[in-house]
């Protein structure tokens, strides 16, 4: 008869596993039984506030007035996520690993200020917490950005300046004369086309003024070693011819080509006509 009542007075314990406090106790009360929490510790299989374990174990039977013991879940064990920013990406892999955790996502990105391969930013940031084997991503520098110089040789120059604008660069711009390329066009370039440079910098081009001229100086009348020094300062080239003519005074220029005031090429050739000197 004692046997007989206990099995009466008894119940079935239930499944506690998995279930938060509050789900637990609704299943332990149409039973007449109470709960304890005799312990708290990490899981990485239950989330916070689960329950991990019971005593009794689901099944068995108890007083109905008795208490199931429970372990509750506190969650994964969470780590301090490391600071990486500064560091190379290979250290900011080698600290994470040795942390627990891992590197996710790396995204790369042109930086003025940070040097290439340094670490600019993460997430989630340094020092929250995590559970283990959670990802960090990084963003990691590629270094300033560089550009490919445009070849604006031979150009106009408003198509160089036009070009190397729309390439993110400035230009920068120099003239010299020239006798083989014509005026207005670029001779050279530095850097030249298709180094590359950072953003922003300065081309410098050099354009063509043609070739340089100068005017021819009025020359008749003069000695010929006077005419011959003002050709020389001016550049030119002395062509000297001596004629034998009736009148006029000896070692003087007569005539000239081409005539005064015309505008010529520097280093062409000015020919004058002198008197020879009488014997």
Do not use: C, H, W
């Amino acid at each position: 008869y004692i046997v007989f009542n206990l099995f009466f007075s008894s119940v079935v314990v239930p499944s506690l596993r998995g279930k938060t406090l509050m789900e637990a106790r609704d299943r332990l009360k149409p039973k007449g039984l109470s709960l304890k929490i005799t312990k708290k510790t990490y899981s990485s299989v239950f989330e916070l506030g689960r329950i991990i374990n019971q005593e009794p174990r689901a099944g068995q039977r108890i007083s109905s007035d008795g208490m199931v013991k429970v372990v509750l879940s506190k969650g994964g064990r969470q780590i301090i996520v490391p600071d990486v920013v500064g560091k190379t990406a290979e250290d900011a892999g080698f600290v994470l690993g040795q942390s627990g955790l891992q590197i996710g996502k790396t995204e790369r990105i042109f930086s003025d200020t940070v040097s290439e391969d340094v670490v600019i930013g993460q997430k989630p940031k340094a020092y929250s917490k995590v559970l283990p084997d959670n990802t960090v991503s990084i963003v990691v520098s590629r270094g300033e950005e560089k550009i490919e110089v445009p070849d604006v040789v031979g150009r106009t120059s408003v198509e160089a300046g036009s070009i190397i604008g729309q390439a993110g660069l400035k230009v920068e711009t120099v003239e010299e004369y020239s006798d083989t390329i014509v005026k207005d066009k670029v001779i050279k370039q530095s850097p030249e086309g298709g180094s590359e440079i950072k953003k922003n910098s300065v081309v410098e081009i050099t354009v063509s003024k043609g070739a340089e001229t100068t005017v021819v100086p009025y020359l008749v009348g003069m000695d010929e070693k006077e005419a011959k020094s003002i050709l020389e300062k001016s550049g030119l080239v002395v062509d000297v011819k001596y004629v034998s003519v009736n009148g006029g005074e000896s070692g003087k220029v007569l005539e000239q080509y081409p005539e005064a005031n015309t505008e010529v090429k520097k280093g062409s050739i000015i020919s004058i006509s002198v008197k020879k000197e009488t014997t």
